[in-house]
């Protein structure tokens, strides 16, 4: 007997085909064999089930381990030959307690010893019905999301590095502008250092018109440049058309006060190239536009040109640009943007290099005939980020001269006549998928073209439409695609369709933001003295002190800690100092009165300056007694459990209210029984 099950060397064979078929462009027609019918039945089950995981395969990179890890760990050494495993594998896994890798590989082993011990029994005919689709996709459908879970799991370690990098941006922006930290790197001697955010590469986003006020939640800071689109012009008169709301234009104004450039977006007019004077014309014009709102630059974008125009639109971006540099005092920043198919070779690259600062390839123009994504990684030749870039960097221009435009829009292929996807539905914004589609919603993911794929359905579960769009995984490796190519970025198209959701912004920060450090100079970490204070600011800075604890004191006495001010002495003293001033005033008053023989109009205004003498000594009197730490009966003291919350405020009130009750009672009952000239 064979060490191993036929199953496995089918399988072996089989994945060695296709490893070869995958691995070069290299066709050839292999021998039929003619094998027995349960192995053939067995071959095609097996094939099938790896294709749908290959089909739905992570498309990251370092998770292509997880089908080659669930076709030789787990299916390799598997006999599921019957409907009767299909249903059973089916049924397992439909408790909570199997939803997991371990209990999978679990399953299927057991399964594949129960079909080695029964390898002799021919099964009766009721297990060697066919499988119907449903309960393979029933199957898939049960494995894919146990994948998913395994897959989750591997990338917890990167996923929580990149979201405390995202804290740490975050963290940037509460920093007061320019602060200046130092840094110890000897006993006695530290380094000044200014952190400030910087550009692994350029990132554009290019803002519509129709997009409104959805700026209002763009993160600027993961932008080197925000472009309006966009202004065009009457082609045969070069007048400026405006497509738009003036309002429209604040966008500008919010992204310069967050320090990102911005620059303008012209598109085609239409039958401009044919009509020289009108291109001078609109030239002439675009120039005061440029400066009413402190634009930095344009970019040219007329998509697909016929071959006849080509030395037309080199015309018109030389006239531009000479036209723009004329004044030495500002340099504006020009680009213009190239389709990914330039079919008509309408674009003179070589002849435009020295004139424009960037060339933005477009890869948001879908392919209308065939169903895909919009900017797929490989494949297709014609729109395929590897196969267009690579082109491109073949006309010897420096890679930082270019930059990939990606798209955040999706595509919507219908289902024909003949079950395929081929029939083009239009566009659909990023927000408007994650709306039509739950959170828990399967994505299945396309490993050539790295691009996300959501399935639509009818009730009878019919697959009606498939929708290809590039989410933050498919992004997140064009991206670095790009960034590995040397490009000098990404622009993003249309800035606004992902509204109300973050992670496409968190990716564009991940990969193209980072925290970089100036240094500034040495210094040493000897603490040197504080400058001696003046008088004046001494009795200032103590003003400001005392007056703090008073305002406290008069809301919550208990609030304050007996050692955070002097009051107590100060008003202490000052009660000391009135105290003998009423006494000297009251003999004063008294001898006047005995001996000298005062006027009446004199002895009135010498008694009413005595009285308040005496009220404003018994005021301070009480102040001291409610300031002192040391009379446990009242206000603040030493001993926190001996503070009484009696507010300074309400110290006063009951004061002056006694103060007012007496003048009341002198003048009701005690000045009546006074002669006129005894009165004050």
């Known amino acids: 007997m064979h060490p191993y099950p036929k199953g496995f060397l089918l399988l072996i064979a089989l994945l060695i085909c296709t490893s070869i078929c995958t691995a070069a462009p290299v066709s050839f027609q292999a021998p039929k064999l003619k094998m027995p019918k349960d192995t053939a039945v067995k071959t095609k089950l097996l094939k099938k089930i790896i294709t749908a995981l290959q089909f739905r395969a992570n498309v990251r990179a370092k998770q292509k381990e997880r089908i080659v890890t669930i076709i030789n760990g787990v299916f390799a050494d598997s006999m599921i030959v019957t409907a009767k495993d299909i249903a059973h594998l089916n049924e397992e896994l439909s408790r909570q307690e199997n939803q997991h890798f371990d209990s999978l590989r679990s399953l299927i082993h057991a399964i594949s010893i129960q079909a080695d011990d029964s390898a002799a029994v021919v099964p009766p005919p009721s297990e060697n019905k066919s499988i119907s689709e449903s309960e393979f996709n029933e199957l898939v459908s049960k494995i894919i999301p146990i994948l998913q879970q395994k897959d989750k799991e591997k990338d917890e370690p990167d996923d929580t590095a990149r979201q405390e990098k995202l804290k740490k941006i975050q963290a940037f922006f509460n920093r007061p502008p320019g602060k200046i930290d130092t840094l110890r790197i000897g006993e006695n001697v530290g380094r000044r250092y200014i952190l400030h955010l910087g550009d692994s590469a350029s990132v554009t986003g290019i803002h519509p018109f129709w997009m409104g006020d959805k700026y209002l939640n763009y993160n600027f800071a993961a932008l080197s440049t925000l472009s309006f689109y966009g202004l065009t012009a009457d082609g045969k008169t070069g007048q400026i058309k405006k497509m738009y709301d003036p309002a429209a234009l604040k966008v500008l104004a919010a992204a310069q006060q967050a320090n990102c450039n911005t620059t303008f977006t012209l598109y085609n007019p239409g039958n401009l190239l044919d009509h020289e004077p009108a291109q001078l ?400």
């Not at 930082?400 to 659909?428: C, D, E, H, P, V």
């Open 281 to 680: 014309l609109y030239i002439d014009s675009l120039l005061p536009v440029l400066q009413q709102h402190n634009v930095g630059g344009i970019n040219i974008w007329f998509g697909e040109l016929p071959h006849h125009d080509r030395d037309a639109f080199t015309r018109f971006v030389s006239l531009m640009v000479h036209y723009f540099r004329r004044d030495n005092n500002r340099r504006y920043q020009i680009s213009v943007t190239v389709p990914s198919n330039d079919s008509e070779l309408a674009y003179d690259l070589r002849a435009m290099d020295t004139l424009v600062d960037h060339f933005i390839i477009d890869f948001t123009q879908p392919d209308k005939k065939t169903a895909g994504a919009t900017a797929p990684l490989k494949g297709n030749a014609t729109r395929a980020l590897q196969p267009v870039i690579s082109r491109y960097l073949n006309l010897n221009i420096a890679p930082k001269k270019f930059i990939a435009l990606l798209s955040y829009q999706g595509t919507i292929w219908k289902i024909g006549r003949n079950g395929a996807a081929n029939i083009y539905g239009g566009t659909i914004s990023y927000n408007d998928i994650k709306k039509r589609f739950p959170s828990d919603t399967a994505v299945f993911y396309d490993e050539v073209a790295a691009a996300a794929i959501l399935e639509e359905k009818k009730d009878n579960g019919e697959i009606s439409s498939q929708i290809w769009f590039d989410d933050a995984t498919t992004l997140d490796i064009k991206y670095d695609y790009i960034k590995g190519k040397g490009l000098g970025g990404v622009a993003i198209w249309p800035l606004g369709a992902d509204d109300g959701y973050s992670e496409l912004w968190e990716g564009l920060a991940d990969k193209f933001i980072s925290i970089d450090t100036t240094f500034i100079d040495t210094v040493p970490l000897v603490e040197l003295p504080a400058p001696p204070l003046t008088l004046w600011e001494r009795i200032v800075r103590r003003f400001h002190i005392e007056k703090k604890a008073i305002i406290e004191l008069s809301k919550n006495p208990c609030s304050v800690q007996s050692d955070q001010y002097r009051s107590d002495d100060y008003v202490m003293w000052i009660t000391i100092f009135f105290t003998l001033i009423t006494i000297a005033a009251g003999l004063f008053y008294a001898y006047q009165v005995r001996m000298q023989r005062l006027t009446p109009t004199l002895r009135k205004r010498l008694l009413w300056l005595f009285i308040g003498l005496l009220l404003f000594t018994f005021f301070c009197a009480g102040a001291t007694m409610f300031l002192s730490k040391h009379i446990p009966w009242l206000g603040v003291t030493d001993g926190p459990d001996g503070c009484k919350p009696i507010s300074l405020s309400v110290v006063v009130i009951v004061f002056f209210s006694g103060v007012g009750l007496g003048m009341l009672i002198m003048r009701l009952f005690v000045f009546p029984g006074l002669s006129k000239e005894e009165k004050p």
